[in-house]
């Protein structure tokens, strides 16, 4: 059974692979044909589009091509075949004589041609064709295609102009085979049906054609065409050119057929040699692995299994696993032991952030009415931390019998640290307060003791307001906290008061006191960003305009209710997504005294 199963491992690793070389094989051999097609396609395609277009922009050079065209096409056979550089050097001496200022044939315009006598246009376009047949020879000869030629297409048929050879070939007057002035042969027997003219020049002209050499025969050649324009703009002839591939497209098969057997063979030793590392190297000792493994689930005994893994050496990451897997049943043992008492730590301070949960809430006015026997005005607050303990608070006492003191503040961090610094910020400020003292010169005192030894930089925002009970006269401070939204007119607004920096980060900061008067019935919110921060699944925030249309929505409520509908309209936007500030809130409203 064992062994059956070792086989199947090595299969499931050989076949795959094997599977996957021999298409790798036949992909190859597919693209290095197909690549060796578009590459000798490419190379003969620019070769001949160079010497075509090299011939056609030396027929350009001639001032007057298109005459000289026309007037070889009409006249052909007066025109004496010499293909010779010492006539071609006689006749333009002869022509020089009757033309004034002759340079060279390329050299003469069409006006000059069109003055010309007929026996001095025979003799130009004698030189002409001599010259344009010598330049076609030397441009075959240097770049060696299989075929150049300049001809005119005309009812139908091809008109040669003049054909270039090679040293060894010959032109049909000279003995040869290749054409001259004035042979013609139709033109879909040398070109093609599928190859129509408007297809060889144009600006849209297609790049090269694969036809036959020859009408007769299944050789094929590789063929480009450069339209000659005259001075006008006027086509007069067609140069092509052409390159022979069927002997390199042999050679690409050939070079291919080489490179897939040799890839093959290759491909069948590594397959060998890869089964027999895949035996030694992977499948026996993953093996001896499972089977180690499987005693430890049953014996749980880490000592036997570090001794077993020990003896596997095979000096890759099978033994880096069996190590790692020593490692780990060590550790295993040790861990079991530990998570015992972890678990015990965890309850341990679970029970202690629960009690420090209850220290803080216990440390915040919590019992309300506040002050049963006052009737000069209604307090209501309510702070709910994002993580077991928070740093928000808020706290309200009274001076003396005439100076309610409220107060709401946010440190800057969560958690453990900002409730210890928000124990010490509440204090100082409570402290501080009784002492006397407008609400700035308060913040100004706590300032500078929160700031000495603040390493962790921590720092609290707070609002402070003083309430004069028996004339409604409010002093406060703000020390870079949330704006107030005061009620004096039927509804809330928010008050831009003018804010200072946040206690604890600036030792010389300075604070402003700043006073309004509430009359009977007006009221006061104050809350922390958490608030206004709260954000939906979408995490878009609450913001500030909603809390003001919760505020509006019941502008007389007492301040309880007030908190109640804030918190109702917080909850229902935010719906499932998770609390991630403090949400704390305090609202005031002041009745006045009686008479």
Same mark, same amino acid.
């Given at each position: 059974?064992?062994?059956?199963?070792?086989?199947?491992?090595?299969?499931?690793?050989?076949?795959?692979?094997?599977?996957?070389?021999?298409?790798?094989?036949?992909?190859?051999?597919?693209?290095?044909?197909?690549?060796?097609?578009?590459?000798?396609?490419?190379?003969?395609?620019?070769?001949?589009?160079?010497?075509?277009?090299?011939?056609?922009?030396?027929?350009?050079?001639?001032?007057?091509?298109?005459?000289?065209?026309?007037?070889?096409?009409?006249?052909?056979?007066?025109?004496?075949?010499?293909?010779?550089?010492?006539?071609?050097?006689?006749?333009?001496?002869?022509?020089?004589?009757?033309?004034?200022?002759?340079?060279?044939?390329?050299?003469?315009?069409?006006?000059?041609?069109?003055?010309?006598?007929?026996?001095?246009?025979?003799?130009?376009?004698?030189?002409?064709?001599?010259?344009?047949?010598?330049?076609?020879?030397?441009?075959?000869?240097?770049?060696?295609?299989?075929?150049?030629?300049?001809?005119?297409?005309?009812?139908?048929?091809?008109?040669?102009?003049?054909?270039?050879?090679?040293?060894?070939?010959?032109?049909?007057?000279?003995?040869?085979?290749?054409?001259?002035?004035?042979?013609?042969?139709?033109?879909?027997?040398?070109?093609?049906?599928?190859?129509?003219?408007?297809?060889?020049?144009?600006?849209?002209?297609?790049?090269?054609?694969?036809?036959?050499?020859?009408?007769?025969?299944?050789?094929?050649?590789?063929?480009?065409?450069?339209?000659?324009?005259?001075?006008?703009?006027?086509?007069?002839?067609?140069?092509?050119?052409?390159?022979?591939?069927?002997?390199?497209?042999?050679?690409?098969?050939?070079?291919?057929?080489?490179?897939?057997?040799?890839?093959?063979?290759?491909?069948?030793?590594?397959?060998?040699?890869?089964?027999? &590392?895949?035996?030694?190297?992977?499948?026996? $000792?993953? +093996?001896? @692995?499972? /089977? !180690?493994?499987?005693?430890?689930?049953?014996? #749980?005994?880490?000592?036997?299994?570090?001794?077993?893994?020990?003896?596997?050496?095979?000096?890759?990451?099978?033994?880096?696993?069996?190590?790692?897997?020593?490692?780990?049943?060590?550790?295993?043992?040790?861990?079991?032991?530990?998570?015992?008492?972890?678990?015990?730590?965890?309850?341990?301070?679970?029970?202690?952030?629960?009690?420090?949960?209850?220290?803080?809430?216990?440390? &915040?006015?919590?019992?309300?009415?506040?002050? $049963?026997? +006052?009737? @000069?005005? /209604? !307090?209501?607050?309510?702070?709910?931390?994002? #993580?077991?303990?928070?740093?928000?608070?808020?706290?309200?006492?009274?001076?003396?019998?005439?100076?309610?003191?409220?107060?709401?503040?946010?440190?800057?961090?969560?958690?453990?640290?900002?409730?210890?610094?928000?124990?010490?910020?509440?204090?100082?400020?409570?402290?501080?307060?009784?002492?006397?003292?407008?609400?700035?010169?308060?913040?100004?005192?706590?300032?500078?003791?929160?700031?000495?030894?603040?390493?962790?930089?921590?720092?609290?925002?707070?609002?402070?307001? !003083?309430?004069?009970?028996?004339?409604?006269?409010?002093?406060?401070?703000?020390?870079?906290?949330?704006?107030?939204?005061?009620?004096?007119?039927?509804?809330?607004?928010?008050?831009?008061?003018?804010?200072?920096?946040?206690?604890?980060?600036?030792?010389?900061?300075?604070?402003?006191?700043?006073?309004?008067?509430?009359?009977?019935?007006?009221?006061?919110?104050?809350?922390?960003?958490?608030?206004?921060?709260?954000?939906?699944?979408?995490?878009?925030?609450?913001?500030?305009?909603?809390?003001?249309?919760?505020?509006?929505?019941?502008?007389?409520?007492?301040?309880?209710?007030?908190?109640?509908?804030?918190?109702?309209?917080?909850?229902?936007?935010?719906?499932?997504?998770?609390?991630?500030?403090?949400?704390?809130?305090?609202?005031?409203?002041?009745?006045?005294?009686?008479?």
């Amino acid at each position: 059974m064992k062994n059956n199963k070792r086989r199947g491992i090595f299969r499931q690793v050989i076949t795959p692979l094997t599977i996957f070389q021999i298409m790798l094989i036949f992909f190859m051999l597919i693209s290095m044909y197909f690549l060796t097609l578009y590459s000798i396609w490419n190379e003969k395609k620019e070769a001949s589009q160079q010497i075509s277009d090299y011939t056609a922009e030396m027929l350009g050079d001639y001032l007057c091509i298109g005459r000289i065209t026309d007037y070889l096409h009409e006249n052909y056979e007066k025109i004496a075949f010499v293909y010779d550089d010492g006539a071609a050097d006689i006749k333009e001496r002869e022509l020089s004589q009757y033309i004034p200022g002759y340079i060279s044939a390329k050299e003469v315009t069409p006006e000059q041609f069109d003055t010309m006598s007929n026996e001095v246009r025979q003799l130009y376009a004698q030189v002409c064709y001599i010259r344009i047949s010598l330049e076609m020879d030397k441009i075959k000869q240097n770049r060696k295609p299989l075929y150049l030629a300049a001809v005119l297409y005309c009812d139908e048929m091809l008109f040669y102009i003049a054909e270039g050879v090679l040293e060894n070939e010959g032109r049909v007057s000279q003995g040869g085979k290749l054409w001259e002035l004035g042979m013609t042969e139709p033109y879909s027997l040398y070109i093609g049906e599928s190859a129509k003219l408007d297809n060889l020049v144009g600006v849209g002209r297609e790049d090269a054609f694969v036809l036959p050499v020859f009408a007769d025969t299944d050789e094929e050649a590789v063929y480009t065409f450069t339209p000659v324009y005259d001075e006008d703009g006027r086509l007069v002839m067609i140069v092509t050119a052409a390159n022979k591939w069927t002997e390199f497209l042999i050679e690409g098969i050939e070079f291919t057929l080489i490179l897939f057997v040799t890839v093959t063979f290759l491909v069948i030793i590594q397959l060998w040699k890869t089964a027999r &590392l895949l035996l030694d190297l992977i499948v026996r $000792p993953i +093996r001896r @692995e499972q /089977d !180690i493994l499987n005693e430890y689930i049953e014996e #749980k005994q880490s000592e036997k299994v570090v001794s077993e893994l020990a003896e596997i050496r095979t000096n890759n990451e099978i033994q880096t696993f069996a190590e790692n897997f020593s490692y780990l049943a060590t550790e295993l043992d040790r861990y079991t032991k530990e998570l015992v008492s972890a678990t015990a730590e965890k309850e341990r301070t679970a029970a202690e952030l629960n009690y420090a949960t209850k220290i803080q809430r216990e440390s &915040l006015p919590n019992k309300f009415p506040a002050f $049963p026997e +006052r009737h @000069e005005f /209604d !307090i209501y607050a309510s702070m709910e931390p994002a #993580k077991q303990v928070g740093g928000d608070f808020y706290d309200f006492f009274l001076i003396d019998d005439d100076h309610l003191a409220m107060l709401i503040a946010d440190v800057s961090d969560k958690g453990v640290p900002a409730a210890l610094f928000m124990m010490s910020s509440k204090i100082l400020i409570a402290d501080r307060a009784l002492m006397g003292g407008t609400p700035a010169q308060i913040m100004e005192f706590v300032n500078k003791r929160l700031c000495k030894n603040n390493e962790a930089a921590m720092f609290v925002t707070v609002w402070l307001g !003083i309430l004069e009970i028996s004339t409604g006269k409010l002093t406060a401070v703000n020390a870079g906290h949330e704006d107030p939204m005061i009620n004096t007119n039927g509804s809330y607004d928010m008050f831009h008061d003018k804010h200072g920096m946040a206690a604890g980060a600036f030792d010389k900061a300075k604070y402003r006191d700043y006073e309004f008067t509430l009359k009977k019935g007006d009221s006061i919110f104050v809350y922390t960003d958490g608030v206004a921060e709260a954000n939906d699944p979408q995490e878009h925030l609450f913001g500030t305009d909603r809390i003001l249309t919760a505020l509006n929505n019941e502008p007389d409520a007492s301040p309880e209710q007030t908190l109640k509908n804030v918190r109702a309209s917080v909850d229902e936007f935010v719906k499932d997504a998770k609390q991630f500030d403090d949400l704390t809130m305090l609202c005031i409203r002041y009745y006045g005294t009686e008479g």
